[in-house]
């Protein structure tokens, strides 16, 4: 998975990857993915 993200970053491409709520900022950086990906994810493990 780390090299994934290196190559799309290498492409100028920002992997969609979850930040650890734990750290400072990482709930907000989380909700630019959780707006565009919401729909498509299972947040309820239904």
């Not at 780390?2 to 100028?12: F, K, P």
């Not at 491409?13 to 630019?32: L, Y």
């Amino acid at each position: 998975m780390a090299e994934t993200g290196g190559i799309l970053n290498e492409r100028g491409i920002e992997a969609p990857v979850f930040t650890s709520a734990n750290i400072e900022r990482g709930e907000e950086a989380n909700q630019r993915w959780l707006k565009k990906y919401c729909p498509r994810i299972n947040l309820k493990g239904k």
